[in-house]
């Protein structure tokens, strides 16, 4: 079922249908939307759960958390709907101090929102100049402009190659420590067009590196790891956790953590005789990741790389 956005001002969300129907979302259900952005799928949720339904939404950024109120104003004034400026790696505390455990079921949508690629001058986006910051919270201590003007090259390169899975992160690296000091996003990405003349991918030369760098200044990786375990905890029985992912060390970790956990044995292979006793806390409902229709890929160009996956609280 398709749920009509009550505003056309917001950028769209992704497979809408597929995470209402994953999450099998229910008049008078709780759900926490641990990547609150600018509260589409809240609102989605909200209006799929009504009556009775209500949000918890999780945003490290504050401008996104600022976003979300006020479009989602009328929930919370009915108390349906929660926004907490915090990251969704303390979910498990949240909650509890909310009081807001059990839940029917967890959204991720991981990534950077379009809020923050369109809006927020912290330098995510190469397509306008605004200082190097890329922090999705500003109290945190690291910025992106301490890892391009201050980090040893050989550090770089590990960064950009690690987690941009970008070819020439040596040569990338090289040209930015030759170039240093960079202030600003634009000066950055022109520094690696100037590197890459003949990019291998169809995507501006300077989109791995921004996403390395990004990744590295909020700890995504680590972040995503202990989220997934605690979104587990937090959903009842038959409950759900559904994914969002846009790059392949996103999916492979989501992936791996619904092997692991809806596993009988999760001893080393080199063990013959299983010796752990684990017992699997989930189902996994999506044999192969869902991906949005072509329409849909047509209509909102940002959901063309989105991979959903979905598991089940056993």
Known sequence: MYIKMTKNTYHTPVLVPEILEGLQVQPGGRYIDGTLGEGGHSEAILLASDPGGQVLGIDADHEAVHVAKNRLNKFRLEDSFIAVNNKFSEMRNIASELNFIPV?????DLGISSLQLDYEEKGFSFKQSAPLDMRFNSDQDITASQIINTFPMERLSDIIFKYGEEPFSRRIARAIVKNRPIHTSSELAQVIVDVIKKPIRKHHPATQTFQAI???????????ESTLSQAISVIGLGGRLAVISYHSLEDRIVKKYFKEQSSTCVCSVEIIECVCNHSPTIKIMTKKPIAPTNQEKKINTRSRSAKLRIAERI
């Open 104 to 108: 029917h079921g967890v959204l991720l």
């Open 214 to 224: 990004r990744i590295a200044v909020n700890n995504e990786l680590k972040e995503l």
